[in-house]
Protein backbone atom coordinates (compact mmCIF):
# COMPACT_ATOMS: atom_id res chain seq x y z
CA UNK A 1 0.00 0.00 0.00
CA UNK A 2 0.91 3.55 -1.03
CA UNK A 3 0.50 6.97 1.40
CA UNK A 4 -0.97 10.40 -0.40
CA UNK A 5 -0.20 12.97 1.81
CA UNK A 6 -0.19 16.83 1.40
CA UNK A 7 -0.80 19.84 3.10
CA UNK A 8 -1.84 23.16 0.82
CA UNK A 9 -2.40 26.06 1.83
CA UNK A 10 -5.32 28.38 1.65
CA UNK A 11 -6.78 31.84 2.44
CA UNK A 12 -10.18 31.15 2.11
CA UNK A 13 -12.88 32.10 4.83
CA UNK A 14 -13.75 28.49 5.97
CA UNK A 15 -17.58 28.38 4.78
CA UNK A 16 -16.22 28.92 1.19
CA UNK A 17 -13.11 26.29 1.68
CA UNK A 18 -15.66 24.38 2.47
CA UNK A 19 -18.22 24.58 -0.01
CA UNK A 20 -15.64 24.64 -2.41
CA UNK A 21 -14.21 21.01 -1.22
CA UNK A 22 -18.00 20.33 -1.41
CA UNK A 23 -17.45 20.53 -4.79
CA UNK A 24 -14.45 18.75 -5.77
CA UNK A 25 -15.94 15.51 -4.05
CA UNK A 26 -19.37 16.28 -6.03
CA UNK A 27 -16.78 15.66 -8.86
CA UNK A 28 -14.90 12.60 -7.55
CA UNK A 29 -17.87 11.13 -6.54
CA UNK A 30 -19.52 11.15 -9.88
CA UNK A 31 -16.09 10.82 -11.72
CA UNK A 32 -14.87 7.90 -9.71
CA UNK A 33 -17.88 6.24 -7.92
CA UNK A 34 -16.37 8.08 -4.99
CA UNK A 35 -18.16 7.75 -1.47
CA UNK A 36 -18.00 10.98 0.72
CA UNK A 37 -18.97 12.27 3.97
CA UNK A 38 -18.26 15.45 6.76
CA UNK A 39 -16.94 14.20 10.30
CA UNK A 40 -16.95 18.11 11.53
CA UNK A 41 -14.21 19.74 9.04
CA UNK A 42 -13.02 16.48 8.09
CA UNK A 43 -14.02 15.57 4.66
CA UNK A 44 -13.87 11.47 4.18
CA UNK A 45 -13.87 9.52 0.80
CA UNK A 46 -13.97 6.45 -0.32
CA UNK A 47 -14.15 3.74 -2.76
CA UNK A 48 -12.77 0.26 -3.98
CA UNK A 49 -8.84 0.87 -3.40
CA UNK A 50 -8.80 4.00 -1.94
CA UNK A 51 -9.46 5.86 1.58
CA UNK A 52 -8.43 9.32 2.81
CA UNK A 53 -9.70 12.40 4.35
CA UNK A 54 -9.28 16.07 3.81
CA UNK A 55 -8.64 18.22 6.93
CA UNK A 56 -10.14 21.81 6.33
CA UNK A 57 -7.87 23.86 8.92
CA UNK A 58 -7.94 27.59 8.84
CA UNK A 59 -5.19 28.26 6.63
CA UNK A 60 -4.46 24.42 5.01
CA UNK A 61 -5.87 21.49 3.94
CA UNK A 62 -4.29 18.42 4.22
CA UNK A 63 -5.10 15.37 2.34
CA UNK A 64 -3.83 11.71 3.11
CA UNK A 65 -5.08 8.78 1.60
CA UNK A 66 -4.29 5.23 1.41
CA UNK A 67 -3.71 3.61 -2.23
CA UNK A 68 -4.46 0.10 -2.42
CA UNK A 69 -2.12 -2.44 -4.74
CA UNK A 70 -3.03 -1.30 -8.38
CA UNK A 71 -3.58 2.20 -7.42
CA UNK A 72 -0.42 2.39 -6.03
CA UNK A 73 1.10 1.87 -9.65
CA UNK A 74 -0.41 5.46 -10.01
CA UNK A 75 0.52 7.12 -6.88
CA UNK A 76 2.51 10.18 -8.67
CA UNK A 77 -0.20 10.52 -11.15
CA UNK A 78 -2.78 10.82 -8.49
CA UNK A 79 -0.60 13.50 -6.26
CA UNK A 80 -0.82 15.69 -9.78
CA UNK A 81 -4.05 15.45 -10.09
CA UNK A 82 -4.88 16.11 -6.22
CA UNK A 83 -2.29 19.10 -6.46
CA UNK A 84 -3.76 20.36 -10.14
CA UNK A 85 -7.74 20.54 -8.45
CA UNK A 86 -6.47 22.12 -5.10
CA UNK A 87 -4.26 24.80 -7.06
CA UNK A 88 -7.86 25.62 -9.25
CA UNK A 89 -9.52 25.34 -6.20
CA UNK A 90 -7.63 27.10 -3.27
CA UNK A 91 -4.75 29.66 -5.23
Do not use: C, Y
Not at 21 to 47: C, I, N, P, Y
Amino acid sequence: MSKIDIRHPHSQPMAKARKSLEEVAAKLDERFDMQSRWEGDTLHFTRSGVDGHIALEKDALHVTAQLGFMLSMMKGQIEEQIRRVLDEKFA
